[in-house]
């Protein structure tokens, strides 16, 4: 899933309209897109002989034949803005999010998350979308040379509603959350490293990536037991006259959410157990809340504080690209 915001808070920014937007006019509206990939069958499923029940139909649609043991019967289709069938590369499904990515180099706030049930392949796509959208953050950067930019980026996973900073190497510390006037929630001593090249905000990630919770359930040798939140900060000036430097900032967030699942799928008990009670009632709360956001005015309440998950997404969800994977 991926949503737009405004970035620059108003008091900070030159207001006048960019002069033109990497991601193209498109990347200037805030709105909600739904994508969906389907993840060929792995070599665990080939060999239990597991059947493939969801089928893409054409570019917007999918359709589930439930398998024969199934209570329903009917095939049921759903439609999203954009479904991959299983053969897609990952460099087709972030041409669809690419727009998003880049608009952030504009300053306009843009998060891309994936969300589905354990195993779906979340991690396999954000990892790729990650590593195109820094390769293209850096071509933009050096195809735009009257403009300064500073890339700044910090990590965080949310584990059983702790948070955790990915990049302090201290990793028993859980971080607080605080409400700043402006920023709205920020993390207190989360860690922000400048990043001083593509080399080295690709190391970075590598850090966070190898800090974050993992453990093995049913369905996942290396399943993510947590949230993970990898924000790049995109600051940006740009020189117009003696009298007058126009600046950008954003935010671009890449959410890995840990997978929805049923304990008795991945055979959960102890500590897997806990993990994924506290997964599946942040999840629910993320679900609330986007479906609330979508209503619109009417929707009164918006539970952002039940889950810190939502708390620390809250700015990025107002005004939002989702990857929900499915697996068969
Ligand atoms: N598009 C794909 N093509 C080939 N293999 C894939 C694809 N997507 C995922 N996989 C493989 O499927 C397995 C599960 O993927 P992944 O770990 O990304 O799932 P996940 O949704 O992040 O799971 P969890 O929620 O348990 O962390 C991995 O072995 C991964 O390499």
């Known amino acids: 899933m991926t949503v737009r915001t405004p970035g620059t808070p108003a008091s900070k920014i030159d207001r006048t309209t960019p002069v033109s937007t990497p991601g193209g006019p498109k990347a200037r509206e805030e709105k909600i897109v739904v994508t969906v990939r389907l993840r060929p069958l792995n070599k665990r499923e080939q060999l239990a002989k597991d059947q493939v029940s969801w089928e893409c139909i054409d570019d917007h649609t999918i359709v589930y034949k439930p398998p024969p043991h199934e209570r329903v019967t009917q095939p049921a289709s759903f439609t999203f803005d954009k479904v991959f069938g299983p053969a897609c590369l990952t460099e087709t499904v972030y041409d669809g999010v690419k727009n998003v990515a880049l608009s952030a180099l504009n300053g306009i706030n843009a998060t891309i998350f994936a969300y589905g049930q354990t195993s779906s392949g979340k991690t396999y796509t954000m990892r790729g979308i990650t590593e195109k959208a820094v390769n293209d953050i850096y071509n933009h950067i050096m ?6 930019f500073t890339i700044k980026i910090s990590g965080l996973e949310i584990y059983n509603e702790n ?9 028993g510390r859980n971080l607080k959350l605080l409400d700043d006037p402006e920023k709205g929630t920020v993390v207190e001593k989360l860690v922000e490293e400048t990043a ?28 993510s037991r947590s949230h993970q939140i990898i924000r790049l900060t995109i600051e940006s000036t740009l020189r117009e006259n003696s009298d007058c430097v126009r600046s950008f900032v954003a935010s671009l967030n890449f959410v890995d959410l840990a997978g929805s699942e049923r304990a008795s799928q991945t055979h959960a008990d102890g500590a897997r157990l806990r993990e994924g009670c506290h997964i599946n009632l942040s999840l629910m709360t993320l679900t609330t809340v986007i479906r609330k956001l979508s209503v619109g005015k009417r929707s009164g309440h918006i539970p952002y504080r039940d889950s810190k998950l939502t708390r620390i997404l809250q700015h990025s969800l107002v005004g939002m690209h ?3 994977s499915f697996v068969r």
């Open 322 to 324: 989702g990857l929900p």
């Open 163 to 171: 948070v955790k900073d990915l990049l302090n190497s201290d990793p």
């Open 143 to 148: 195809n735009t040379p009257e403009r300064d």
């Open 196 to 223: 001083n090249g593509s080399q080295h905000l690709r190391q970075l990630i590598n850090i966070c990536e190898a800090q974050r919770q993992v453990g093995e359930t049913a369905l996942n040798d290396t399943s």
